[in-house]
C-alpha cells in the first residue's frame, strides 16, 4: 500500500479516537448524557448524524454494486429513500422529539412506548428491545462485512482481520464517548461522504470525451442499462420505492429526532439533511453506471461489483487522495455501526438492566453497563459476518424491512392517532416482524417464484402491521385518561416549540 493512503487513513482514525475522547471528557457522566447527549443536538449535527447513520457503507458499496450490475432501473431505490427521508423529517421528527420529552423523559424508543400507553405489562418495552437487538445484530453485522471487504480487496489483509479492525476503531469511540461521540463522528464521516460521492464520479467522467460517449458504451454493454423503466416490472419498481417506507421505523436514525435541541431546530436539520442526501444518492448511482462504463472501456475486469468505488479511488487519484476516498468508506460503514451498538445498548441497559436485573442501579453502573453492552452486541455481530458471502444489500434490506414493518406504522400511528392503545401497538408490532419474517423466509410464493424475489417485504409488512394496529385498537377498549392527557400536552408542546 502507498505511503500517502497509509497517512491518510491514519488521520481519520486518529479524528476518530480524537472525538471519541473528547465526547468522553463532556458528556458521559449519566445515562441521558450517554445515550442521547443531553438533547442538545444542533440542526447540523442531527442532519448529517441522521444521514450518515442512515446510509452506510450501502450507499458507497452496495447501491454502486447495484447500478453496476443493472443500471438506472436502481434510481427508484434512491428517490423512494429520498422521500421517505423527507416525509420522516414532516411526520416524525417534530412531534417526536416533544412527545418523548411529555412522556415522562423517554430516552429509548421502547421506554417511549411503554410510557406513551401506560402499559403496565412491560411488553412495549421489552418485545421492542428484542426487535431491535435481534434486528440491528444483522444490521450491524453487513456494516462489518462491508469494512471487511474493504481491508481485503484495497489492503490486502485478511477479511477476518478487517472485520476486527473495522469493528476495534468503532466500538473504541462509541464505548467511551458514547451518543456524542457518535453524533459527532457521524457528521465529520457524513462531510467526507459528500465529498467523496462528488469527487469519485466526476472525475470517472472525464475519462470520456462527452455524456454521449459515456451512454455509447453503456449501451454497448446492454441497452436497457440506461433506461429508468427496462428490465423492471410495477412491481419492482413499487419494491424498490417502498424502502422510503422503512424510514419511520429506524431507531438508529428517529433517536436523532429525540436529541436535537428544540423542534423548532426541526425545518433547519431538515434542509439540510435533505440537501445532503440528494447529492449522495445522484453521486452513488453515478458511481455504479460511471464506473462500469469506465471499466469496460479500459478492458478492465471486476470480481465483486460492490467493489466498485474501491477500484476507482485507487485507480484515478493519487495515494494521498485515494487514502482519504477509502476513509470514506469506512466514515459510511462506522457511522452506522456505532449508531447501531449505542441504540442496542441503550436498549439493554435501559429496557432489560435497569427494568429487570437492578432497578436502582446507580448511574455510573448504568453507563458502564452500557459500554459493556456495546462490546457485547459488537463481537456477536462479528460472528455473523464471518459468513464472507453475505451480500451488503441483502443483509440492510432484511433488516431494514424488520425495523420499517414492526415499528414504522406504531410510531406514526402513536404520534397521530390518539384512540392507538396498546394492546394495538403490541398486535401491530409484533405482526409486522412476523409477516417480514415469514415473508423472507417461508414457503410463500408468487408466480413460481419465491414472495421475496417479487415484492419487497417491507409492503405486506406495513399493510398487516398498520391493519392489525386499528383493528385491535377498535375492537378493545380506549386508552385511560392518562394517555388522553399527555397526548394532548404533545399537540400543545408543539403548537408552542413551532410558534417559538
Known amino acids: 500500500m502507498e505511503i500517502g493512503t497509509l497517512v491518510s487513513l491514519a488521520l481519520y482514525f486518529i479524528a476518530m479516537l480524537g472525538i471519541g475522547l473528547y465526547a468522553y471528557r463532556t458528556s458521559t457522566d449519566d445515562v441521558s448524557g450517554y445515550m442521547l447527549g443531553g438533547r442538545k443536538l444542533s440542526p447540523g449535527l442531527t442532519a448529517l448524524s441522521a444521514g450518515a447513520s442512515d446510509m452506510s457503507g450501502w450507499l458507497l458499496m452496495g447501491l454502486p454494486g447495484a447500478v453496476f450490475i443493472s443500471g438506472f432501473s436502481n434510481m427508484w431505490l434512491g428517490l423512494g429513500l429520498f422521500l421517505g427521508a423527507f416525509a420522516n423529517y414532516i411526520l416524525v421528527a417534530p412531534r417526536l422529539r416533544v412527545y418523548t420529552e411529555v412522556a415522562k423523559d423517554a430516552i429509548t424508543l421502547p421506554e417511549f412506548f411503554e410510557n406513551r400507553f401506560e402499559d403496565g405489562s412491560r411488553l412495549l418495552r421489552v418485545i421492542p428491545s428484542v426487535v431491535i437487538i435481534i434486528f440491528f445484530t444483522l444490521y450491524t453485522s453487513s456494516g462489518v462485512v462491508a469494512g471487511g471487504k474493504l481491508f481485503e480487496s484495497s489492503f490486502g489483509l485478511s477479511y477476518e482481520l478487517g472485520l476486527y479492525i473495522t469493528a476495534g476503531v468503532v466500538v473504541t469511540y462509541t464505548l467511551f464517548g458514547g451518543f456524542l461521540a457518535v453524533s459527532m463522528t457521524d457528521f465529520v464521516q457524513g462531510c467526507i461522504m459528500f465529498v467523496a460521492l462528488i469527487m469519485v464520479p466526476i472525475v470517472a467522467f ?11 458504451v453503456a449501451r454497448g454493454i446492454d441497452p436497457t442499462l440506461t433506461s429508468i423503466t427496462s428490465g423492471i416490472t410495477i ?7 417502498s424502502w422510503g417506507l422503512g424510514y ?12 436535537i435541541r428544540s423542534v423548532g431546530d426541526v425545518k433547519t436539520a431538515r434542509r439540510i439533511g435533505m440537501s445532503w442526501m440528494f447529492v449522495s444518492v445522484i453521486g452513488a448511482l453515478s458511481t455504479g453506471f460511471i464506473g462500469l462504463a469506465y471499466m469496460t472501456k479500459n478492458g478492465l475486469s ?20 485515494g487514502g482519504f476516498l477509502l476513509a470514506a468508506i469506512l466514515a459510511a460503514i462506522m457511522s452506522t455501526i456505532s449508531s447501531q451498538l449505542l441504540v442496542s445498548s441503550s436498549s439493554l441497559t435501559e429496557d432489560f438492566y435497569k427494568l429487570f436485573v437492578r432497578r436502582s442501579a446507580s448511574q455510573k453502573e448504568l453507563v458502564l453497563i452500557g459500554r459493556l453492552s456495546v ?50 401497538a403490541i398486535a401491530g408490532m409484533i405482526a409486522g416482524a412476523v409477516t417480514v419474517l415469514l415473508w423472507i423466509y417461508g414457503p410463500i410464493t408468487i408466480g413460481g417464484a419465491h414472495s421475496s424475489a417479487v415484492l419487497y417485504e417491507i409492503i405486506p ?12 385498537s377498535l375492537l378493545t377498549a380506549p386508552p385511560g385518561p392518562g394517555v388522553r392527557e399527555s397526548f394532548a400536552k404533545m399537540e400543545k408542546a408543539l403548537e408552542d416549540g413551532l410558534a417559538s
Open 302 to 321: 471486476l470480481e465483486d461489483p460492490e467493489t466498485i468505488f474501491i477500484v476507482l479511488s485507487q485507480l484515478l487519484f493519487h495515494p494521498l487522495i
Open 461 to 472: 409488512g406495513v399493510i398487516v402491521s398498520t391493519l392489525t394496529t386499528i383493528i385491535v
Open 235 to 241: 412491481v419492482g419498481i413499487i419494491s424498490a420505492m
Open 206 to 216: 472525464f475519462d470520456f470525451s462527452s455524456t454521449s460517449e459515456l451512454m455509447s
Open 248 to 259: 419511520f421505523g429506524q431507531p438508529h436514525v428517529i433517536v436523532r429526532f429525540m436529541a
Open 375 to 424: 462490546v457485547a452486541v459488537a463481537l456477536v455481530a462479528i460472528g455473523f459476518a464471518y459468513d464472507r458471502s453475505s451480500s451488503v444489500l441483502s443483509l440492510v434490506s432484511n433488516a431494514w424491512a424488520g425495523f420499517g414493518a414492526a415499528f414504522g406504522p406504531l410510531v406514526v400511528m402513536s404520534l397521530f392517532w390518539k384512540r392507538m392503545n396498546a394492546k394495538g
